[in-house]
């Protein structure tokens, strides 16, 4: 059990040093709502400290509150984003004081804990992995906050593995069931589970995620004037936001140009292209001929092992994430070349599917089969619908702590400024299923 505990302190002190170094800015940058569909830095700050109060020292630790008076400003769900600047937010040293004694409580209770209790916020560490995932999920929108702000800052620009795009564009995955989801990943949410059997027709997916290249093709080819690759609410949505290109691109004479992090830089043209809405993905696919893949697809060609015959955890198996698998962490701030990561295919030959941009996909975000709500409603359950999109995979600034083949996404398909991009789909002929690939 101590190994277990000091993996968890160890995590709780990586996602917290993360958190104040994308807060370590002056007042102004963290009280100040850098876009109205963003919270104010300093109250994610404030919330991420409060939610480990609320779950790990109240409901595991029957700690009474430190701060019940500020729960209400600190609930997601009662001070939508628009109001939260107008709240007599924690400034930042009182909130970051506020989380540090959170945080010391919280290690006494981890001293304390049995992690082989049956209760299920104690069992295997459940609770300390729902604040670390939680914190680090709020850090990687803290990243989104700062690049729309554009503040200069925290572009880690470590040298990523070389790209290679020889060989096949994609991959086929035959026809037959497999176990989606999952009943045995101990830190797995709620909407990840119950595994259940899905059975899909052949299909082809694409081995890399679709290059900044090729999606400036499509915009060179007209395809944002075309109503033929949108859907009627893409259009909509497109001529009305007047959208030409994906967020922070500008066009300068024949070549495209990005902001990230406060610079601006060539559009690299060997990376995976990200801050793209699933409208846009949606019409990219249509005008290549082909389809986002839907969420079954993505999970069976990142994560189903044919020969073993069950899921993996990662696509290269069961292995934590390393520097050779993907690109995870923030280690640079952009996505790599694609195939920048071989060692980090999947079984059946699709890369990057871990890490880098988070993937639309065609689904909408629903409960799977047997779905239970825990340990409460307004993780998962009250976004069911069909209102959002399903994004998988993670990105560069998605931590390894908070991503596997299962961990799934979602957001409204007009979002562009999370680091998302996409691949696409298609389903096999009947000659090609036959064949097992081939004509």
């Given at each position: 059990m101590t190994d277990r505990k000091d993996r968890i302190a160890a995590e709780l002190v990586a996602v917290r040093e993360r958190s104040l170094a994308y807060t370590d800015a002056d007042d102004e940058t963290l009280m100040?709502?850098?876009?109205?569909?963003m919270s104010p830095l300093v109250w994610d700050l404030a919330h991420v400290g409060n939610y480990e109060e609320l779950w790990v020292l109240r409901a595991a630790g029957g700690i009474a509150p430190l701060r019940p008076e500020i729960d209400d400003m600190y609930d997601a769900f009662k001070t939508p984003r628009r109001n939260r600047p107008s709240l007599p937010l924690l400034c930042p040293d009182e909130a970051r004081r506020y989380i540090s004694g959170v945080r010391g409580r919280v290690l006494d209770v981890l001293d304390a804990i049995d992690l082989d209790a049956p209760h299920p916020l104690h069992r295997d560490g459940f609770v300390f992995g729902l604040v670390i995932q939680h914190e680090h999920q709020h850090d990687e929108t803290m990243?989104?906050?700062?690049?729309?702000?554009?503040?200069p800052g925290l572009v880690r620009d470590g040298e990523p593995p070389p790209g290679r795009t020889g060989g096949p564009r994609e991959v086929f995955v035959p026809a037959g069931p497999f176990r989606m989801g999952t009943d045995t990943l101990p830190w797995a949410y709620d909407n990840e589970r119950a595994a259940h059997l899905v059975d899909l027709p052949a299909y082809w997916i694409?081995?890399?995620?679709?290059?900044?290249?090729?999606?400036?093709?499509?915009?060179?080819?007209?395809?944002?004037?075309?109503?033929r690759w949108w859907t009627p609410e893409g259009w909509e949505w497109r001529c009305r936001t007047e959208v030409t290109a994906p967020l922070f691109w500008e066009r300068d004479g024949d070549a495209w140009w990005r902001l990230r992090f406060g610079r601006i830089e060539p559009v690299p043209p060997d990376e995976p292209v990200q801050h793209v809405s699933w409208f846009e993905a949606d019409a990219y696919a249509r005008w290549a001929g082909r389809r986002l893949p839907t969420e079954a697809e993505w999970e069976k060609a990142c994560g189903w092992d044919p020969a073993a015959g069950r899921s993996r955890r990662y696509p290269w198996g069961d292995e934590e994430p390393g520097p050779g698998h993907a690109n995870l962490g923030h280690r640079i701030a952009r996505p790599a070349p694609v195939g920048a990561y071989p060692a980090g295919a999947s079984p059946y030959g699709a890369e990057q599917m871990i890490g880098d941009v988070w993937e639309w996909t065609g689904s909408w975000f629903l409960p799977y089969p047997h779905f239970r709500a825990f340990p409460y409603r307004e993780y998962s359950e009250v976004f069911f619908g069909h209102r959002f999109r399903v994004l998988r995979g993670g990105s560069w600034a998605t931590d390894p702590a908070a991503v596997r083949t299962t961990f799934r996404n979602w957001d409204f398909p007009i979002r562009r400024q999370i680091f998302a991009g996409f691949r696409c789909a298609r389903t096999a002929t009947p000659e090609e299923a036959a064949g097992g690939g081939w004509a």
């Open positions: 100040r709502q850098h876009s109205p569909i990243l989104a906050t700062l690049q729309l702000s554009g503040r694409d081995r890399f995620p679709v290059s900044n290249a090729e999606y400036a093709a499509f915009i060179a080819d007209g395809g944002y004037d075309d109503p």
